[in-house]
């Protein structure tokens, strides 16, 4: 059974008149009726009484028009829902990403984007893990996203944005505050607020790649995963941290920011995409991306 068959029953239904409901359908009286004849086979029950000159429903082809019509009907809709919902969805853009890009670039993109978009819907989701942001761009549950490492996936490609260096975070307190540059010599005895290597594996990786160089171990008070938290924990002086060079423009009063010297581990930032599938409105929003990027 198709939806054919049951549009061709039903206009039979509503005409009982062979020769008309063709008409209405563009289709030959002897093409119709055998469409017909193939549902009644299929349903393994006649639907019309025919004559020469007379067609008229049986009980059951009255008992089917209804739920043939409610068939019809229900499909109508569900065509109609997808069409609108793709409709919407090209002015509809879902970007997430990583706390640097969503509180200090995302802004500026999407005032600039708007200069020529206005209209266009923009839903922000703020995911800490490149891996989950992958998995929500390849399920379509993302549009663009802002991740720290580069995506290689066949569906997935991203694009560099920028490097910047790590640097310590001190209380002004501190009297390493008043260094020029810092190593990990410098503050192996001071007590250091880490990252949880799940949350934060470039910034943990990076603060222990540089004490396995000296063969020492850091000196862990305790671990954060939101930045604001660990500035008021250093503000307090409970200890002191490895940030990216960006979260000078978060800080609070009574910190300092010393460069860490020397370290290979620099913070990358990449936007990825899906390599096809894209609306024109996402393509156009990647494109401010990389102009304002630069």
């Given amino acids: 059974m198709d939806i054919r068959q049951l549009e061709c029953f039903v206009s039979v239904a509503e005409?009982?008149?062979?020769?008309?409901?063709?008409?209405?359908?563009?289709?030959?009286?002897?093409?119709?009726?055998?469409?017909?004849?193939?549902?009644?086979?299929?349903?393994?029950?006649?639907?019309?009484?025919?004559?020469?000159?007379?067609?008229?429903?049986?009980?059951?082809?009255?008992?089917?028009?209804?739920?043939?019509?409610?068939?019809?009907?229900?499909?109508?809709?569900?065509?109609?829902?997808?069409?609108?919902?793709?409709?919407?969805?090209?002015?509809?853009?879902r970007v997430s990403g990583v706390d640097e890009a969503i509180s200090m670039l995302l802004p500026r993109m999407l005032l600039a984007f708007r200069e020529t978009d206005p209209n266009v819907h923009i839903q922000v989701l703020e995911i800490s893990s490149s891996e989950q942001h992958s998995q929500e761009l390849i399920g379509h549950r993302t549009d663009v996203a802002f991740v720290r490492m580069p995506q290689k996936d066949e569906f997935i490609t991203s694009e560099l944005l920028h490097r910047q260096p790590v640097v310590v975070v001190l209380a002004d307190t501190n009297p390493l505050s008043s260094a020029t540059t810092l190593s990990a010599s410098d503050i192996a005895d001071q007590p250091i607020v880490g990252y949880p290597k799940h949350a934060r594996p470039i910034l943990h990786e990076a603060l222990w790649s540089e004490f396995r160089q000296i063969g020492a171990q850091p000196n862990i008070v305790c671990e954060i995963i939101d930045k604001s938290t660990l500035l008021q924990f250093v503000a307090h002086g409970l200890g002191i941290a490895l940030v990216p060079g960006w979260v000078r423009n978060i800080a609070l009063p009574g910190v300092t920011f010393v460069p860490f010297e020397p370290c290979d581990n620099q913070i990358e930032l990449y936007v990825a995409f899906r390599k096809s599938g894209n609306s024109d409105t996402v393509d156009r929003f990647v494109e401010v991306v990389r102009a304002t990027a630069d």
């Fill in 15 to 93: 005409e009982l008149h062979f020769r008309k409901a063709g008409e209405r359908l563009g289709l030959s009286q002897s093409a119709l009726s055998e469409r017909i004849s193939a549902l009644e086979h299929e349903l393994g029950a006649r639907l019309f009484f025919r004559t020469t000159r007379q067609v008229s429903l049986t009980q059951a082809g009255a008992e089917f028009v209804q739920d043939a019509k409610k068939i019809l009907s229900d499909i109508e809709k569900s065509v109609s829902n997808v069409r609108h919902t793709a409709e919407s969805d090209l002015r509809h853009i």
